[in-house]
């Protein structure tokens, strides 16, 4: 049983020009994660969900200035972004980064290893990957491309999915997972997360815009997010809510 717990979380980040001062993102977060569980947050664009999650990762832009979070107690924010993965941490970015001249099979290893704390073994692994690609509908080819690089928008989604899979992590934070993904693909990466939940009792932070995935990964808790923190807490309803009425309601009583 995990529990990653964020409290008062207040997040700054660094303006492109280092001289500007930081903006203030995050203004007071508290929300608690715990395995098996589905947290969806919701909310306007802008409003500092990716900025939560990147300050879970432990983005080096991302500056905490108040609260905390931490993982079975242990804090996370004194951790640096590797401990965190082998802590149990993992996130799926809203905008994966390409790494040319790293294959994706190799990267996959060298984070497998990372996160397992040993190498896994050769012929094992290349069936677990194997086993892996083939039930997100990946093409074997992939593993010989450079990470991201010219992957379609629905590509990089599937392979943050196979991280997922092949990683393990106790709670993973998926930032717009969904977002550009055809109908097909949609299905087959809400069965990967559904597998990784049902296999891991993992807890899942969900980001997104849209009630279509959460048909296939059913929320326990849905979180509206606005200007930086949560303005309200519901079940799966409340995404009905929002879908029905937009976020007008809860602007106008943050504004
Ligand atoms: N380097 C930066 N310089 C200036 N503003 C920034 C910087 N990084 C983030 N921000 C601002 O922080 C705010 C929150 O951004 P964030 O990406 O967390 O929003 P979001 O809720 O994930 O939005 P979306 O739904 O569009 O993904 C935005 O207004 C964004 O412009
Ligand atoms: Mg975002």
């Given at each position: 049983m995990t529990t990653l717990e964020i409290r008062d979380l207040h997040v700054n980040v660094a303006q492109t020009d280092a001289d500007a001062e930081p903006i203030n993102i995050l203004k007071g977060v508290d929300l608690t994660v715990r395995s098996g569980e589905t947290h969806a947050i919701m909310g306007p664009n802008g409003s500092g969900k990716s900025t939560l999650s990147y300050a879970i990762a432990g983005?080096?832009?991302?500056?905490?200035t108040q609260g905390s979070i931490t993982l079975d107690g242990e804090?996370?924010?004194?951790?640096s972004v590797d401990e965190r993965a082998r802590a149990g941490l993992f996130l799926a970015m809203q905008y994966p980064v390409e790494v040319p001249g790293v294959s994706m099979s190799n990267f996959l290893r060298t984070a497998a290893t990372a996160v397992r704390g040993e190498a896994p073994k050769l012929r094992t692994w290349v069936k677990e990957v194997k086993e892996a690609m083939g039930d997100l509908g990946?093409?074997?080819?992939?593993?010989?491309?450079?990470?991201?690089?010219?992957?379609s928008g629905g590509e990089k989604k599937r392979h943050e999915i196979l991280q997922l899979d092949l990683l393990k992590p106790k709670i993973a934070v998926l930032d717009?997972?969904?977002?550009?993904?055809?109908v097909d693909a949609l299905r087959v990466v809400s069965e990967g997360v559904n597998r990784y939940k049902a296999e891991e009792d993992g807890g899942i932070l969900l980001i997104t815009h849209y009630t279509r995935i959460l048909k296939y990964i059913q929320p326990d808790y849905v979180h509206v997010f606005i200007n930086g923190r949560i303005a309200e807490s519901g079940g799966a309803e409340l995404a009905d809510e929002l879908e029905a009425g937009g976020y007008d309601r809860f602007t106008k009583a943050s504004a």
């Amino acid at each position: 049983m995990t529990t990653l717990e964020i409290r008062d979380l207040h997040v700054n980040v660094a303006q492109t020009d280092a001289d500007a001062e930081p903006i203030n993102i995050l203004k007071g977060v508290d929300l608690t994660v715990r395995s098996g569980e589905t947290h969806a947050i919701m909310g306007p664009n802008g409003s500092g969900k990716s900025t939560l999650s990147y300050a879970i990762a432990g983005h080096p832009k991302y500056e905490v200035t108040q609260g905390s979070i931490t993982l079975d107690g242990e804090d996370v924010l004194e951790m640096s972004v590797d401990e965190r993965a082998r802590a149990g941490l993992f996130l799926a970015m809203q905008y994966p980064v390409e790494v040319p001249g790293v294959s994706m099979s190799n990267f996959l290893r060298t984070a497998a290893t990372a996160v397992r704390g040993e190498a896994p073994k050769l012929r094992t692994w290349v069936k677990e990957v194997k086993e892996a690609m083939g039930d997100l509908g990946i093409d074997p080819a992939f593993g010989e491309r450079s990470v991201n690089e010219g992957f379609s928008g629905g590509e990089k989604k599937r392979h943050e999915i196979l991280q997922l899979d092949l990683l393990k992590p106790k709670i993973a934070v998926l930032d717009e997972t969904d977002s550009g993904l055809d109908v097909d693909a949609l299905r087959v990466v809400s069965e990967g997360v559904n597998r990784y939940k049902a296999e891991e009792d993992g807890g899942i932070l969900l980001i997104t815009h849209y009630t279509r995935i959460l048909k296939y990964i059913q929320p326990d808790y849905v979180h509206v997010f606005i200007n930086g923190r949560i303005a309200e807490s519901g079940g799966a309803e409340l995404a009905d809510e929002l879908e029905a009425g937009g976020y007008d309601r809860f602007t106008k009583a943050s504004a």
